[in-house]
């Protein structure tokens, strides 16, 4: 006997395939690297840079992503890097190595032994055991990989620099510090500086000798002004006029008349971009910290005034303090502080996939109940 051929179950069936098809294998973690990224430049930097000997490891691109910020197009993404030598008895490696591409430049690169591994990294020259000849190098090789000009400069303060977590020096607006976490780990940053204040660098981290991140921003980052016109007596004197204008609102309560603790005023520069300029130039400020000698509602205990040192305009006056939330600045302390462009979102999961993975939501259950009417009613 022949088996029964319903063409109704067979018809309603395949629009349920169809309907689920466009779903199938989704990953939400998938996002097309641009054309113009070349994600490979990673892999040379590890031979070159960190010398590397990546012709030993079968290397796999397993994440890439790519989203707007600041200004640039962002593309961060992973790579996997394993070794294996079972026939001559050697154990595997593996290594994980992280990038960040700014439009097209690579910018950090970063690796890290996985846990389950021996911990061995496979080199085309073993790093040398000193720090300073260690870094030293660094330097040389990636001179010869960017024909980066700035260079010598780094070497020369990396020479007579005490290698101790803390110490920093600064020659010619050029600045190094040093800073060593779990004792293992150093970090040692070149920084471009203004008013004694960074805006662009240059890192490297080693851990026990070994070269495990080079992060390097300074072909984005530039100096808008290296004008300062307000000395740092001016700029306090400017905190506490402002200080005497602030007020704010909690519980519909109106708080002002602020006791500042003069002898613990704090100063600093930083850089930070102007309104409607690019957001990767950087211009000098004062950040002044004025303390106060109570608790005001809010938990407020300290207003910070923000002003620039070419015109001495002030960026905003905040009142501070641990748990204090903003939304009580009342609306003329509002208007004055900058609105920052907000970055954009974190995630890595484009929108098409957000969108994609609601249908999926909504037609799978209305076509799972088509499917049994239907066969309910055959």
């Not at 600041?70 to 290594?95: C, H, K, M, P, R």
């Not at 805006?199 to 070269?211: I, N, Q």
């Not at 609102?249 to 971009?273: C, G, L, R, W």
Request: hydrophobic residues 40%; negative net charge.
């Amino acid at each position: 006997m022949k088996p029964h051929f319903n063409k109704k179950i067979f018809a309603v069936t395949v629009l349920l395939v169809l309907l689920c098809t466009p779903f199938m294998g989704l990953n939400v973690n998938a996002v097309e690297t641009p054309k113009d990224v070349d994600t490979t430049k990673t892999l040379s930097c590890l031979k070159g840079i960190f010398q590397i000997d990546t012709d030993k490891y079968d290397a796999t691109l397993t994440k890439s992503s790519t989203r707007p910020w600041n200004d640039v197009s962002l593309t961060v993404g992973q790579y996997e890097l394993i070794y294996s030598d079972y026939d001559n008895g050697a154990d595997s490696s593996v290594l994980t190595v992280t990038f960040n591409f700014w439009n097209s430049d690579l910018v950090v690169c970063a690796l890290r032994r996985t846990n389950y591994d021996n911990g061995t990294i496979h080199y085309t020259q073993k790093p040398d055991s000193d720090l300073r000849k260690a870094a030293t190098n660094v330097l040389q090789r990636y001179q010869t990989y960017t024909n980066d000009k700035q260079i010598p400069k780094m070497i020369n303060l990396l020479n007579t620099a005490d290698l101790k977590d803390g110490y920093t020096k600064t020659n010619d607006n050029l600045q190094i510090t040093v800073q060593i976490v779990d004792e293992n780990i150093h970090y040692l940053t070149w920084s471009n500086t203004v008013n004694n204040a960074d805006y662009s660098r240059l890192t490297l981290a080693f851990d026990k000798g070994e070269l495990i991140e080079l992060n390097d921003d300074r072909a984005f980052y530039s100096l808008g002004s290296r004008v300062v016109n307000i000395s740092e007596e001016q700029a306090i004197n400017i905190a506490i006029e402002q200080a005497a204008n602030l007020s704010y609102e909690y519980n519909d309560q109106k708080i002002s008349d602020f006791n500042i603790v003069t002898k613990h005023i704090q100063i600093q520069p930083a850089t930070m971009p102007k309104p409607a300029e690019s957001l990767l130039v950087r211009y000098p400020i004062w950040i002044v910290d004025l303390p106060l000698t109570d608790i005001y509602p809010g938990m407020v205990s300290f207003i910070r005034v923000m002003l620039w040192t070419d015109t001495g305009e002030v960026i905003s006056v905040q009142p501070l303090g641990a748990g204090f939330p903003n939304d009580y600045i009342d609306s003329t302390q509002k208007s004055s502080l900058i609105n920052s462009r907000s970055n954009s979102n974190n995630s890595s999961t484009p929108l098409a996939v957000y969108i994609a993975g609601a249908c999926l939501a909504i037609i799978i259950p209305i076509a799972i109940i088509f499917v049994l009417k239907k066969i309910k009613n055959l």
